[in-house]
């Protein structure tokens, strides 16, 4: 990576610095929220699980969507890169944005779970499937955006990628070989466990190269 | 060695649903100051976000500095100074983080003169970008690009929104820049008073098509209004050159874009006047006549 790219993504660090800070802030307060018990369990983990995702898609609408409506893309633009090496850092810094508050957000959630002992090892699979999938989740948005200045077909993007937090609770967390050991005391780390996994890293991959196939070699850029 | 052009435009053509950029040719030497004048959706924009490789043309050639646009832009960008009246910085964060952010992407960052135009144009370093009025922000974009001591300046509309003691200061600051031969300016602008202060070069484009492209002391040489008195029931003598003439009776306005003191002795004694013409009075003559031309 070279000086201009580190640069522009330590940019990215300093102006979303208070989201970011703020976002990892109310998720671990969601989750010590979620700490104090089976009821308030609910409520934590909802607050955690709405950061994440809220934090995603505003980090996408700030960083892309705003830059370009509010014309300082044209200024990131004079600046001595081409368009590959925008779009880039533009995949590589707003990923690294987003995976510093996930990451923590996510061992919080890991440790929340294997420290409690109220609450069943079981549980970590489908944990770690979620966090999983919230990065999936993050990189359709952030994909999306490189590729489209609409706002409705922002506002569609975002839309369906929230609804399939819904679809995946209830589908992936109604899979019986992941389901019947939720309870248990044990994490049970099965062939569906893996699958799920693996399929959340191809669409992460897959998303985050189409920006490279696609938008990278747009010959109109503003 | 022959200096290397600044600008290259070759035969350049963008279309657009609604608007076509045809044929455009344009060069660029260092040290000139190049006023781009157009009436609003000229072209002047497309035009420079062609120079600046933010659009790709359809057909032609374009070279910047040596590089060609837009698969150099990221080499050539190194010496261009690019502002736009468009162009916005952060909002969040003030204008002395700009100023460390591009320092340390810029080796030729000259801190002392950013020093110095802070000073000039009344900035406050410390203040968030998001407080800066219209003519501030205008400042505060223009000292980013000039402090890095570019070779080229392209400035898109850079004076419009600014009021005139502004405008005076910045136009300052570009004659500034032009003592440096190395180093030269395309400055868009629809102001023409602006253009006529400082460039020394004018081209003039409408609706997709270059009109007009020379010195400006040679527009002003070349251009008059000549006014005529002829008798009653006598023609309107037939005269190449002549892009205008509007009869009033007896009275008859000429107006030329080939002046030359032959034209007046032909003449004779039916010459009136013969005014000198503003480069406004120019530039709308120019314009009106080359559609006249196209049809349009």
Known sequence: MNMLARKLIAKDFFLYRWLIIGSTAAGLIGLLIAAEGKVRFNIGMLTWLTTIVAFGVVLVML????????????????????????????????????????????????????????????????????????????SVVLSSALHTASEGIMTFVIIVTNMNITLFIFLVGGLPSLNDHLQGPVAVWNGTFWIVLGAEIATLLITLSLPYLFAARRRDFI | MTPTKHIEMRNVRKAFRFFTLDDLSLDLEPGQIMGFVGPNGAGKSTTIRLLTGLIAPDAGEIRVLGHAMPEGQAIAKRDIGFVSDEMRLFGHATLDWHMRFIASIYPGWDAEYAKALVRRFNLHPEQNVSGLSTGEHVKAVLLLALARRPRLLILDEPTSGLDPVARHELLGEFMEVLKDEERSILFSSHNTADVERISDRITFIDRGTLVDSSDKEDFLERWRRIQLQIAPGSAVPDLPHVVSKVIDGQFVTLTTNRFSEDLVAFLGNTVRQVQRMSLEEIFVANVMHHRELRGQ
């Open chain 1, 63 to 138: 960083a892309i969507a705003s830059e370009r409506k509010e014309r300082q893309l044209q200024f990131v633009l004079s600046l001595p890169l081409s368009h590959g090496d925008y779009i880039r850092i533009r995949v590589i810094g707003l990923l690294l944005c987003f995976i510093v508050p996930w990451a923590v957000l996510t061992v919080g959630a890991i440790t929340l779970i294997a420290v409690m002992p109220n609450l069943p090892d079981g549980l970590l699979p489908y944990a770690v499937l979620m966090c999983g999938f919230f990065l999936a989740n993050y």
